[in-house]
């Protein structure tokens, strides 16, 4: 049995081992710790560092050991990346404040690294002595680079996101749905006008401010947007702003969903449509209506049609379409210019939306309960159609008549442009239609043919559809298909019709256009040239006619009565409006050889209907080639004298309606001496007409 001394020789033996066994074991934890460990003494000086110590610093221990703390060979970062002063080193902080300090962030540098930082998670803690004083402090790190790169990618992203918010128009908001949190932008209330804080920011908000009309919607919306298996949604509604109109929203967002897919969050952004509803109408307005007058436009018409012919089928009742032509507007267009021909048209536009306003079909046509629509196809051209006009036709047409002859009264009194008042009638044709109607452009074409019979039968009137007038524009049309082949081939020839003197001496001739046909026959002007005329075909027959009248007058240059005769060819309104017809008629007459002063042009007084400024600055031009001009059927037209003092004249052919009956008509004499004393005082020829 031990003795007691030996019981206290062995505690005293296993006493005098166990620190050095606690100290080996210490050691071999610290080696195998997860953490860099540096033990500073009281004098700040390194006394020990374990292995992932010496691999996190990048130095051995016995380069460390005995290292002061503030030595210079360290290089720490604050967190922000900035140089740390040796006094907010962690031994350092610890050793004059003496009280342990927890998760510092410090940057050890290393450019030689392919991380030029490696980022620590610090801690330091003071050890004391028995008698209290400081005996050292041990600083433990953890290497948190990862951590730190998260960190700032994290940042980065969130400063991504928070400038996209800031440089866009669009309005974040959240809502948190279990615990009925919601989150408004401060741009989210700058849209609606209203400062953050200046109204109640709780899940009713957005509610309160929708546009009642849209809250139903909106609401079913989101109820099937809640029940429904969806993640991202986009709906269109209104909101109202602070100063009481609304403002058209484009919201689009995620919702967030548990495992089972019940709704936990909505998150979106709100976009002001304002500008983009704006651009929208522009667009609108650019494809379906006229910039100028601000009527439908012809596409806009097209369209309305397709809906009223359907409409009209399925009643059974009748409507009309009334096609209006302003007349002789290309005249005043081009005597008084395109801003005064804008300004008659938007007047005209004006009276019309005036004569039809309301469902009566304008103002006095209260008993004729119509739907009416005004549209503009181009240029001087103008559609009114009109809707529910019974499903009797004989009252049908008897509205359409009515509405005519008021939108003739409208558009017949004077226009004010300017400082100038004008007149410009209208020409109207109207044309019925139902459901047996054929087509929009069936029915377009059988307006327009009414038109043109209006303007045949003298302008300022209406003319209703009828069969007849499309076989008419059928002959038209196969007549001017014939009248442009034969200018191809060249089958308009001159007449010369003999000019005589009062002793019976030949001494002028009048070129007179026929049609040499295939089959040999010579049609008359009166059968072509009003069709020439419309088409403006009349340009190119003229120059045809100078050609063959210069060619005659060169071939008769050397025959002793021919030579010294002068031969008249008719000039057209549209000739002398062409800006090329003098340089055409200079070059005719260099390459034909003919003496100009032989060739004399002939014109009506329609002419000067023209803008005169214009008409005399061409003639005179044409006077300086040497040739002269004749005015034809003096007295008939606007014969007024200052015509003939301001324009290069040199004759004037009295017409016919004087001449015929000279020694029957008692007043028939007088004129005709008139006007050869007025001639004669002016120093001009005249030639009598069919005398």
Known sequence: MPTLQDRTETASASASVRPAELQRRL???????????????????????????????????????????????????RGDGSVMPAGEFPVNQVLASGAKLTDMVIGLPDMAAAQPVRWMLANAYPEFAPDGRLQQVVVCFTDCTALKDAERSL???????????????????????????IYYSERWWNMLGYHPGEVAPDSEAWRRMTHPEDLAS?????????????????????????????????????????AAGKALRISGLNTDLTERKLADQRIHELAYFDPLTGLPNRRYLTEQLAETLAHSAHSGEFGALLFIDLDNFKLLNDTMGHAVGDQLLHQVAQRLRQAVRGDACGEGFDEMRCDVHVARLGGDEFVVVLEHLGAVRIEAIAAARAVAERLLATLGRPFQLGAHSA??????????????????????????????????????TARFFEPAMQSEAERRATLEAQLRLALERREFVLHCQPQFDCAGKLVGAEGLVRWRRDDGTLGMPGAFIGLLEDTGLIVALGLQLIEQGCAALARWANDPV???????????????????????????????????????????????????????????????????????????????????????????????????????????????????????KLGLSTVAEGF
């Not at 702003?241 to 689009?252: E, N, T």
């Not at 410009?424 to 029915?443: H, K, Q, Y």
């Open 27 to 77: 050691d071999g934890l610290l080696e195998h710790l997860p953490a860099g460990v540096i033990v500073h003494g009281a004098d700040g000086r390194i006394v020990s560092a374990n292995r992932l110590a010496c691999t996190l610093v990048g130095l051995d221990e016995p380069q460390l050991l005995g290292v002061e703390a503030s030595d210079e060979r360290w290089t720490l970062l």
């Open 155 to 181: 940042q980065k992203s969130e400063e991504r996101l928070r400038l996209i918010v800031q440089g866009s128009s669009d309005a974040p908001w959240d809502w948190d749905l279990a615990g009925d949190e």
């Open 218 to 258: 909106v609401l079913g919306f989101l109820q099937s947007l809640l029940d429904g298996p969806r993640q991202t949604y986009s709906v269109e509604f209104r909101l109202r702003h602070r100063d009481g109109y609304a403002v058209p929203i484009l919201s689009r967002g995620y919702v967030l969903r548990d």
């Open 423 to 460: 007149r410009s009638t209208p020409s109207i044709g109207v044309t019925l239609f139902d459901g047996d109607c054929t087509g929009i452009e069936a029915l377009l074409m059988e307006a327009d043919l009414a038109m043109y019979r209006a303007k045949a039968d003298g302008r300022n």
């Open 562 to 680: 021919l030579g010294s005769i002068k031969l008249a060819v008719n000039v057209s309104v549209q000739q002398l409006r062409d800006p090329r017809f003098l340089e055409s008629v200079a070059a005719v007459l260099v390459e034909s050889g003919a003496n100009p002063a032989r060739l004399q042009l002939e014109i009506t007084e329609s002419v000067f209907a023209e803008d005169l400024a214009i008409t005399a600055e061409r003639m005179y031009a044409l006077r300086a080639l040497g040739l002269e001009f004749a005015l034809d059927d003096f007295g008939t037209g606007y014969s007024s004298l200052a015509y003939l003092k301001r324009l290069p004249l040199s004759t004037l052919k009295i017409d016919r309606a004087f001449v015929k009956d000279v020694e029957a008509d008692p007043h028939g004499a007088p004129i005709v001496e008139a006007i050869v004393a007025l001639a004669r």
